[in-house]
């Protein structure tokens, strides 16, 4: 240091009262204190404010906007004052999107196509880390899909982020914008809404309620700890740009887990004296995804990154996360499931 003091990082995360945005805000502002964060959410259903800790609402280096993607102006403004943009903003749930797709359409596409275009004339911003998702594979057509598998979208919004996935890569093959996008495969971890499968599972179970499965739960996922993406956003955030401006990244565990595996380490693991079945069958959701399971050996030899939290091990972590804070999720409950049609004219909750 010569005496100038140097100028304060401004990380802009979109979506960051959400599930993986409020970890990667937390995991970030542990590592970097010394930035200052802006988080822009629309606070839909799926935000809760509760799940940013307090000591990071109460810093001066933190900023709150409620506010929308789709809203041009203000996506403009926000970005033109960062250095960093992390984008997670998106409708995500498959059912919700089988239900109505347009929303899915409207956030996704369009709502990334703002602050893609607002990156592109931000002098300032020096890295846009897109958040796509392992859903634009569907159906894998190897036992591991690397990112040169086939996008075979099979629900509304996996179609969706198709369309904001590949919109980035022509953004930056138009206008250089210093992107890198992150395909995670299925999350896991505490604070995440009780509509996903995990932690409705769990909830039902501290509930003495049955669990509900697809089908016959053979159907297969990927499952990735909410840490380990956030610690592989940090490294393609600041690794250099040669390495990864451009580049598309997998991010996964390299195990498919099936569905009634994790249904029965629910029962195994949370005791329950409810005389109710256990597990009930349902119909499979319309689109349903067979197998699932990321390589992830391109991140691994660019940037030193693998999975480092075992599946079980996060399971028990978010298990007593859960029994620990029912007042985050009881307000949630009815969330859990929606009706759906499965087949003339017949309704399903699932």
Same mark, same amino acid.
């Given at each position: 240091?010569?005496?100038?003091?140097?100028?304060?990082?401004?990380?802009?995360?979109? +979506?960051?009262?959400?599930?993986?945005?409020?970890?990667?805000?937390?995991?970030?502002?542990?590592?970097?204190?010394?930035?200052?964060?802006?988080?822009?959410?629309?606070?839909?259903?799926?935000?809760?404010?509760?799940?940013?800790?307090?000591?990071?609402?109460?810093?001066?280096?933190?900023?709150?906007?409620?506010?929308?993607?789709?809203?041009?102006?203000?996506?403009?403004?926000?970005?033109?004052?960062?250095?960093?943009?992390?984008?997670?903003?998106?409708?995500?749930?498959?059912?919700?999107?089988?239900?109505?797709?347009?929303?899915?359409?409207?956030?996704?596409?369009?709502?990334?196509?703002?602050?893609?275009?607002?990156?592109?004339?931000?002098?300032?911003?020096?890295?846009?880390?897109?958040?796509?998702?392992?859903?634009?594979?569907?159906?894998?057509?190897?036992?591991?899909?690397?990112?040169?598998?086939?996008?075979?979208?099979?629900?509304?919004?996996?179609?969706?982020?198709?369309?904001?996935?590949?919109?980035?890569?022509?953004?930056?093959?138009?206008?250089?914008?210093?992107?890198?996008?992150?395909?995670?495969?299925?999350?896991? +971890?505490?604070?995440?809404?009780?509509?996903?499968?995990?932690?409705?599972?769990?909830?039902?179970?501290?509930?003495?309620?049955?669990?509900?499965?697809?089908?016959?739960?053979?159907?297969?996922?990927?499952?990735?700890?909410?840490?380990?993406?956030?610690?592989?956003?940090?490294?393609?955030?600041?690794?250099?740009?040669?390495?990864?401006?451009?580049?598309?990244?997998?991010?996964?565990?390299?195990?498919?887990?099936?569905?009634?595996?994790?249904?029965?380490?629910?029962?195994?693991?949370?005791?329950?004296?409810?005389?109710?079945?256990?597990?009930?069958?349902?119909?499979?959701?319309?689109?349903?995804?067979?197998?699932?399971?990321?390589?992830?050996?391109?991140?691994?030899?660019?940037? +030193?990154?693998?999975?480092?939290?075992?599946?079980?091990?996060?399971?028990?972590?978010?298990?007593?996360?859960?029994?620990?804070?029912?007042?985050?999720?009881?307000?949630?409950?009815?969330?859990?499931?929606?009706?759906?049609?499965?087949?003339?004219?017949?309704?399903?909750?699932?």
């Amino acid at each position: 240091m010569t005496g100038m003091a140097l100028k304060q990082k401004t990380v802009l995360i979109t +979506g960051a009262a959400g599930f993986v945005g409020s970890r990667v805000l937390e995991c970030f502002f542990n590592k970097y204190p010394e930035y200052r964060y802006v988080v822009l959410d629309a606070m839909t259903y799926a935000g809760d404010l509760r799940s940013i800790p307090d000591y990071i609402q109460k810093s001066p280096n933190f900023r709150f906007v409620k506010g929308d993607v789709r809203d041009k102006k203000l996506v403009d403004e926000l970005v033109a004052q960062a250095n960093y943009v992390i984008h997670l903003a998106a409708e995500t749930h498959v059912t919700r999107s089988i239900v109505d797709g347009k929303v899915f359409f409207d956030t996704n596409v369009l709502g990334t196509e703002n602050v893609a275009s607002a990156v592109r004339r931000s002098p300032n911003v020096e890295r846009f880390i897109y958040i796509s998702t392992s859903e634009v594979y569907g159906t894998a057509e190897s036992e591991f899909m690397d990112e040169r598998h086939p996008l075979n979208p099979q629900s509304p919004y996996a179609a969706s982020k198709v369309g904001a996935d590949r919109l980035i890569y022509a953004y930056h093959a138009s206008y250089g914008i210093p992107s890198v996008t992150i395909r995670p495969f299925n999350l896991f +971890g505490t604070c995440q809404h009780p509509e996903k499968v995990i932690p409705r599972f769990v909830t039902s179970r501290i509930l003495g309620e049955p669990l509900t499965l697809h089908g016959t739960g053979a159907s297969e996922r990927d499952y990735t700890h909410v840490d380990d993406v956030a610690r592989a956003i940090d490294l393609a955030l600041h690794a250099p740009a040669e390495k990864v401006v451009g580049e598309v990244f997998n991010v996964g565990n390299g195990k498919g887990v099936s569905i009634k595996y994790i249904a029965d380490l629910a029962v195994k693991m949370i005791s329950s004296d409810s005389k109710k079945g256990s597990i009930v069958l349902t119909s499979d959701r319309p689109g349903q995804v067979s197998r699932h399971a990321a390589d992830f050996g391109k991140i691994q030899t660019v940037l +030193g990154w693998k999975p480092t939290v075992k599946f079980e091990d996060g399971f028990a972590n978010l298990i007593d996360w859960y029994k620990a804070n029912p007042a985050w999720w009881q307000n949630k409950l009815d969330m859990r499931q929606v009706p759906i049609e499965i087949g003339k004219g017949k309704k399903e909750m699932q």
